[in-house]
Every structure is written in C-alpha cells, then in structure tokens.
C-alpha cells in the first residue's frame, strides 16, 4: 500500500532538546511534519508539551519530555522513557542552551555563578546527553548527533564571553565525538547558525547589531529558522552519513571557516 506522501521512507526517532520554543521547536515541527517520531524535550514542560499538540495536532507523533539537561539524573530518566517508548534513538539534536535569557556584558563583569551554570548547561548538558543516547543508536549501528553551536565563535562576538565558549567547545566536542563514535556508524556534526529571528525577544543582538551583520553576509538579509530546518534535516539523513566531526556554518556567508 502507498504511504501518504508526507511519510519518509525511513521514519527516525529523533529526539530534540531545548523544543519548546524558538529554533528546537521550528526543528521539532519540521520533523514532525516529515513523519518522524519527535521526542521534544525541554525544561519547560508546559511549553513541551505545547510543541507536542500541535505536532500531534497536524498529523505527526510526538513525545514531550521535561528534563534538565544539565542534571545527569533528568537526562538518565529521559534517556529510560524514549527507550521504553520507541526501544531506539536515531538522531538527537543538542539544541538546548542558555541563550535568549543571556544580557550582554563586558565579560569583566560576568558573575561566576551565571558563568559556571552558562558552561555547564551548554556544555555538560550537550555532553550527558549524547552519553545517555549514544547507547541506544549503537544497537542499530546508525545514528545522527548534531550539536548546535553557533556563528558567533565564527565571528568572535564579543560580550557573552561564557556563550561563544559554550559553544567554542562543542566544536572540540563534535570532532572527538566523531573520532569515537565513528566506526559504530554514528556522525557527528556542529551546527554553526547566523543571528536568526524566531518568535522569542532576546537583548543578544540590538536591532544596529542586526543590521550590520545583515551588510555583512553575502547574502545579505534577515536569517529565519527555515534557513536552518533544511540543513538539520540533511544532518539527520542518511545522505549526510559521511560527513562526521564537521563544523557547518549557515550565517550566510558572513563568515567563512
Ligand atoms: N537564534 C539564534 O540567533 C541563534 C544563533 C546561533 C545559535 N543559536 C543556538 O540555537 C539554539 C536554539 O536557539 P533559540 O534561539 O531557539 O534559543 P532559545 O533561548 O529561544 O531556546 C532555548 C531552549 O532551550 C531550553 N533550555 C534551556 N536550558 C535547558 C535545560 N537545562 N534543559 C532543557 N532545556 C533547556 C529553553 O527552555 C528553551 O526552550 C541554542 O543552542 C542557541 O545557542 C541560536
């Protein structure tokens, strides 16, 4: 029998952190669209839980998650209900970070407090994550990691000094993931996006800020999350299975690396 022209030939249990709102969610409702199983994920359950129904709401299967990333046994929780309701992990998108909340600063003036919890969502949350999944995409020998860092380290932008490190070490992290993951099939690749709109107001980029970086990129407008959606589908697929430990930056071409 003909599958309905939405459903992909493979359908993937893909789980997203961070799904609640902005790119996670943008992220959650494309591949919900296309027919995978969505595990949205993120702190704020209400909010999840949201993304969930409308992704449910359209046709497509979800499950919504609460955990903290950054608490190893939220993550191990997590880890035990995707496994006990799907038995398998395909793709985990580590989009989760502390980022829309963040006020810029010169970095002399970060109190330690927010730049520990900065570094350890952004980073150790990224990692228990990957090492609470990795486990079920070695079964089937075939999965997908995608951090999600950020152009910003491209550029060196100055002003949430505990950001671009957050997201300075994901491409360290990306390319020794790779390195040990490799040869059970499973890519590893980073993210870099561009200053991108989404329904959330942030104070990360002034409205100059925007503009300028707008004149700068070959391309020279606003970036959305349709610009990204693509590239994390193409990540997640099977044509992307020999591009591991990479960092890809879609500002476009505002900076090169
Ligand atoms: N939007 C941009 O311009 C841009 C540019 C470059 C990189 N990025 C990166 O893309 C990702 C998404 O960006 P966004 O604009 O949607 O950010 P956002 O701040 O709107 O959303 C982040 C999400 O992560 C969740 N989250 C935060 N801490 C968490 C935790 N401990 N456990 C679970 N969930 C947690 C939040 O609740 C929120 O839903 C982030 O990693 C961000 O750094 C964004």
């Given at each position: 029998m003909n599958q309905?022209?939405?459903?992909?030939?493979?359908?993937?249990?893909?789980?997203?952190?961070?799904?609640a709102q902005g790119l996670g969610r943008a992220y959650a409702l494309r591949f919900g669209r296309e027919g995978h199983r969505v595990v949205a994920l993120d702190i704020h359950g209400e909010a999840v839980q949201r993304v969930?129904?409308?992704?449910?709401?359209?046709?497509?299967?979800?499950?919504?998650?609460?955990?903290?990333?950054?608490?190893?046994?939220?993550?191990?929780?997590?880890?035990?209900?995707?496994d006990e309701r799907f038995g398998r992990c395909d793709v985990l998108v580590n989009n989760a970070a502390i980022f829309s909340t963040i006020k810029m600063r010169p970095f002399e003036q970060i109190p330690l407090?927010?730049?520990?919890?900065?570094?350890?969502?952004?980073?150790?949350?990224?990692f228990l994550m990957t090492r609470a999944l990795v486990p079920l995409m070695r079964r089937n020998r075939w999965g997908r990691v995608i951090h999600v860092s950020s152009a910003a380290v491209a550029m060196g932008r100055a002003?949430?000094?505990?950001?671009?490190?957050?997201?300075?070490?994901?491409?360290?992290?990306?390319?020794?993931?790779?390195?040990?993951?490799?040869?059970?099939?499973?890519?590893?690749?980073?993210l870099l996006p561009?200053?991108?709109?989404?329904?959330?107001?942030?104070?990360?980029?002034?409205p100059a800020q925007k503009q300028a970086q707008i004149a700068m990129r070959s391309i020279p407008r606003e970036e959305g999350p349709q610009d990204?959606?693509?590239?994390?589908?193409?990540?997640?697929?099977?044509?992307?299975?020999?591009?591991?430990g990479q960092s890809l930056v879609v500002d476009g071409g505002l900076s090169f690396l």
């Open positions: 309905p022209s939405h459903q992909p030939r493979t359908s993937r249990v893909i789980v997203i952190t961070g799904a969930a129904a409308e992704i449910e709401a359209a046709g497509g299967e979800c499950l919504a998650l609460t955990a903290d990333i950054g608490d190893e046994a939220s993550v191990a929780d997590a880890a035990r209900r995707i407090d927010e730049w520990m919890r900065v570094l350890h969502v952004n980073i150790t949350g990224t002003h949430y000094l505990h950001y671009t490190t957050s997201k300075a070490a994901l491409i360290g992290m990306t390319r020794s993931m790779a390195r040990e993951l490799g040869a059970d099939g499973i890519t590893v690749n980073a561009g200053a991108t709109d989404t329904e959330v107001p942030r104070e990360t980029v002034t990204l959606e693509g590239v994390v589908a193409f990540l997640a697929s099977d044509d992307s299975g020999f591009v591991t």
